[in-house]
């Protein structure tokens, strides 16, 4: 028994929170959130050729990879039990145009991808992007008249290489070029052409952000890129602006969301989840993962003990699932337990 009184008894009487949190049992006992296998998205980056591992500066021990090498890189992904990979081609110069019309190209690097990695990993799901930018030769993710960001114009185009897409295998189409009415004309092109079983993942709220920065290294789009993307993604300060655009795309036949960046963009996240019975997913971006890898390979923070700490956060903000490229290495630390 405890004979003398102190001041904070006064205080806490019989309420304790570290009760709770006395041991390892009990905290497992009572943890609300857990991050698993299941719950990671791979996004890979490709470039034509073969044999190719080429490591990309901004984002260290992220590759762009050949297709042959990447049809290997997603097989480990799949016995680590990733459930599904997302693609981005980095285009030859030489076929990017102001329209980008090279995404209509049936047999595009993206497409060559998409094939080659259903076929060998039929397990794996694999995600495409319908925007333009890897295609475009100003790096805009639609076309581009006389300054403007021509939506209707982009949405016909986008529709056309979701079928494209779809055809060499596609399971899912993730459009993230932000056109208005976009959801709704994918998801009738699709269904048109017979492929009402492939789904739909909108980036429904992409915000207009500097994190993007080491993904345009990764596609070349960095040096082409003039001014902004403030006219199709939403203002970074606007939250009630992003649940009525993700509010549209429900309408519009949205089979899951997406919100990106991540981490900066947890409360969206967690209005998404509550507005609606859909899945939501956040995108971890490029500028997010070279922060904790910076900071990890200086000695700063504990890189891994970070990543893990992130992905967890998302799961606690009501993200069902995370697009991350530490998904491998994520996967292989759960794995170890
Ligand atoms: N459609 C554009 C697109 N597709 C993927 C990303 C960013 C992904 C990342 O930063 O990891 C972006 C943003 C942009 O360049 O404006």
Same mark, same amino acid.
């Given at each position: 028994? !405890?004979?003398?009184?102190?001041?904070?008894?006064? #205080?806490?009487?019989?309420?304790?929170?570290? =009760?709770?949190?006395?041991?390892?049992?009990?905290?497992?006992?009572? /943890?609300?959130?857990?991050?698993?296998?299941?719950?990671?998205?791979?996004? &890979?980056?490709?470039?034509?050729?073969? $044999?190719?591992?080429?490591?990309?500066?901004?984002?260290?021990?992220? %590759?762009?990879?050949?297709?042959?090498?990447?049809?290997?890189?997603?097989?480990?992904?799949?016995?680590?039990?990733?459930?599904?990979?997302?693609?981005?081609?980095?285009? @030859?110069?030489?076929?990017?145009? !102001?329209?980008?019309? +090279?995404?209509?190209?049936?047999?595009?690097?993206?497409?060559?991808?998409?094939?080659? #990695?259903?076929?060998?990993?039929? %397990?794996?799901?694999?995600?495409?992007?319908?925007?333009?930018?890897?295609?475009?030769? +100003?790096? +805009?993710?639609? #076309?581009?008249?006389?300054?403007?960001?021509?939506?209707?114009?982009?949405?016909? /185009?986008?529709?056309?290489?979701?079928?494209? !897409?779809?055809?060499?295998?596609?399971?899912?189409?993730?459009?993230? @070029?932000?056109?208005? $009415?976009?959801?709704?004309?994918?998801?009738?092109?699709?269904?048109?052409?017979?492929?009402?079983?492939?789904?739909?993942?909108?980036?429904?709220?992409?915000?207009?952000?500097?994190?993007?920065?080491?993904? =345009?290294?990764? &596609?070349?789009?960095? $040096?082409?890129?003039?001014?902004?993307?403030?006219?199709?993604?939403?203002?970074?300060?606007?939250?009630? @602006?992003? *649940?009525?655009?993700?509010?549209?795309?429900?309408?519009?036949?949205?089979?899951?969301?997406?919100?990106?960046?991540?981490?900066?963009?947890?409360?969206?996240?967690?209005?998404?989840?509550?507005?609606?019975?859909?899945?939501?997913?956040?995108? !971890?971006?490029?500028?997010?993962?070279? /922060?904790?890898?910076?900071?990890?390979?200086?000695?700063? &923070?504990?890189?891994?003990? *970070?990543?893990?700490?992130?992905?967890?956060?998302?799961?606690?903000?009501?993200?069902?699932? &995370?697009?991350?490229?530490?998904?491998?290495?994520?996967? =292989? =630390?759960?794995?170890? $337990?």
């Amino acid at each position: 028994m !405890q004979d003398k009184t102190h001041l904070v008894d006064h #205080i806490t009487g019989h309420r304790r929170m570290r =009760r709770n949190r006395k041991a390892d049992w009990m905290r497992r006992l009572v /943890q609300e959130s857990r991050l698993t296998v299941d719950d990671l998205i791979w996004p &890979i980056f490709l470039v034509p050729g073969s $044999g190719i591992v080429d490591p990309i500066a901004s984002m260290p021990g992220v %590759n762009r990879m050949s297709v042959d090498k990447a049809v290997e890189a997603v097989k480990e992904a799949a016995d680590l039990g990733i459930p599904a990979i997302a693609t981005f081609p980095n285009i @030859e110069m030489d076929l990017r145009d !102001q329209t980008g019309s +090279h995404i209509l190209e049936a047999n595009n690097l993206l497409n060559q991808a998409t094939a080659a #990695i259903k076929k060998a990993v039929p %397990n794996i799901g694999v995600i495409t992007d319908v925007a333009l930018d890897p295609f475009t030769s +100003h790096g +805009h993710d639609g #076309i581009l008249r006389e300054g403007e960001i021509v939506n209707d114009e982009t949405v016909d /185009q986008v529709v056309r290489a979701a079928i494209l !897409q779809a055809d060499a295998g596609s399971d899912i189409i993730a459009p993230s @070029e932000m056109m208005d $009415g976009r959801i709704g004309a994918i998801r009738h092109g699709l269904d048109a052409a017979g492929h009402q079983s492939v789904g739909i993942m909108s980036y429904a709220t992409k915000f207009s952000s500097g994190y993007y920065g080491p993904y =345009r290294e990764a &596609i070349s789009t960095a $040096g082409l890129l003039k001014g902004d993307k403030n006219s199709y993604y939403v203002n970074p300060a606007n939250g009630t @602006e992003a *649940v009525r655009d993700a509010a549209l795309d429900v309408e519009e036949g949205a089979d899951m969301l997406m919100v990106k960046p991540g981490l900066p963009y947890l409360d969206i996240c967690w209005r998404l989840k509550e507005a609606f019975s859909l899945p939501v997913f956040a995108y !971890q971006v490029s500028g997010e993962y070279a /922060q904790i890898k910076a900071a990890g390979m200086n000695g700063w &923070i504990d890189e891994s003990r *970070v990543m893990m700490e992130t992905l967890l956060c998302f799961k606690r903000a009501g993200c069902d699932g &995370i697009l991350t490229y530490f998904a491998v290495e994520a996967a =292989r =630390r759960l794995a170890k $337990g």
